[in-house]
């Protein structure tokens, strides 16, 4: 990549000739006045930052020397620069004796109508790998919107997930003040998917507005999410080509599209397996999880080993995780005594250090594919409603091992 002296943009607004180095000041402006990095936070690598916004390093140097000089942040040698000011001061207010801190100045502010929102939570645990999917949906999202001359904020619900009534009023809180600051547009991932629809019905008619991953009841909106039936149905294929026959599916007990889905999925492919010997279990656990949920998986796997499942599919990564512990609790190991699958590709490694087969999410192509609706939406409120659903794929590790592999592995012992 070429370096920042012949790198230049053309505003789409103005068609003026921009240098590279003051949209990526201009980018970083937005993040910092949105809060994407806070007060006395030290901003990202300037190798992070070029990576992350596409463009040469020596663009990002001269925009970070741009926001020292506006007063955004501070740099000290051998440092990375801080988000927020020295109290430096001028040369011509040393010759008028002026002390006043730089942050005290007036700074350009970015138009709201510019800033596009995800709203979602932020999560991450332990496990998870390149990033959350939070983090990879909002760097498609960026990634897009830096190319329209608009800026990506990250309005963070939370990092966990609460109950229905604490989840509705962080969304409501959200929802409002995207409304109520002229946002120019919302990514929206709804966890209280019963509550809140008179908002976003209010919400989507003066601020564009994209579901992602699960829809409303009675809320129209564009929606990106992915061909959940098709995944879980891939996931199935597998295992029945490895030889397992009774094939468990794990699952959750929410009224959600996304769940059904995947269940249909499951149901579909174990039906249309053509073979008596396939059986259909299904095992709904509920959210939070105790000793008297698990009574009908542990009767399923205490069962003789000729009737027991012999694999097990799972809504979720985070839920395989918690699978494999229970079946360890059971005196069971994956994959000699059953093979796992999960959903997502964010924890490709169980604790045991088995690779976990899953299924991975375009999470990045989900923000891209969702800023390209918003951006219709924009250009043509009236124009019709679309539903993106973008395929999945397979990622095959260790945990689901052929029934032969696992034979062999107990006839060993």
């Not at 939070?134 to 309005?155: E, K």
Request: with cysteine; aromatic share 6%; charged share 25%.
């Amino acid at each position: 990549m070429q370096s920042d002296s012949t790198e230049i943009l053309v505003s789409a607004d103005t068609a003026r000739p921009q240098r590279v180095s003051e949209h990526v000041a201009d980018v970083l402006s937005g993040r910092i006045r949105s809060g994407v990095y806070g007060a006395g936070e030290a901003l990202p690598a300037e190798r992070a930052l070029a990576a992350d916004l596409g463009v040469h390093r020596q663009s990002v140097r001269a925009a970070i020397e741009q926001l020292v000089r506006d007063g955004l942040v501070s740099q000290r040698p051998n440092c990375r620069p801080t988000v927020g000011p020295e109290p430096l001061e001028t040369k011509e207010e040393r010759g008028r004796g002026v002390t006043e801190p730089v942050s005290r100045r007036t700074a350009p502010r970015i138009s709201a109508s510019n800033l596009v929102a995800l709203i979602m939570w932020h999560g991450g645990g332990p496990l998870e790998h390149a990033g959350t999917a939070q983090q990879r949906i909002f760097r498609g999202m960026n990634q897009s919107l830096m190319q329209l001359r608009r800026h990506a904020v990250f309005l963070d619900l939370s990092d966990r997930i609460g109950s229905e009534e604490e989840n509705a009023a962080r969304e409501a809180e959200h929802l409002r003040y995207i409304r109520d600051e002229g946002f120019g547009g919302a990514l929206f991932y709804p966890y209280a998917y019963r509550r809140n629809q008179e908002l976003v019905r209010e919400v989507s008619r003066r601020v564009p507005l994209v579901l992602l991953d699960r829809k409303m009841a009675g809320v129209d909106t564009d929606f990106v999410g992915l061909e959940n039936h098709r995944a879980i149905a891939m996931v199935v294929e597998h295992l029945l080509a490895q030889g397992h026959r009774r094939i468990v599916y794990m699952t959750r007990s929410e009224s959600i599209q996304t769940i059904h889905d995947r269940l249909q999925g499951y149901v579909d492919t174990v039906r249309g397996a053509g073979d008596s010997e396939v059986a259909e279990m299904v095992l709904n656990l509920p959210p939070y999880q105790n000793e008297r949920s698990w009574a009908f998986f542990d009767a399923a796997f205490r069962l003789p080993e000729d009737q027991r499942p012999t694999a097990a599919v799972c809504i979720s990564d985070y839920l395989a995780v918690t699978v494999a512990e229970r079946l360890q609790y059971l005196g069971l190991s994956v994959p000699e005594d059953v093979a796992l699958t999960g959903f997502d590709n964010i924890v490709p490694v169980l604790p045991s250090g088995i690779g976990l087969t899953t299924v991975a999410q375009p999470y990045e192509e989900i923000g891209i594919q969702a800023v390209d609706l918003l951006m219709r939406r924009i250009r043509d409120r009236r124009a019709p409603l679309l539903s993106v659903e973008l395929p999945a794929e397979l990622i095959i590790r260790e945990s689901s091992a052929p029934v032969a592999e696992r034979t062999k592995s107990l006839a060993k012992t």
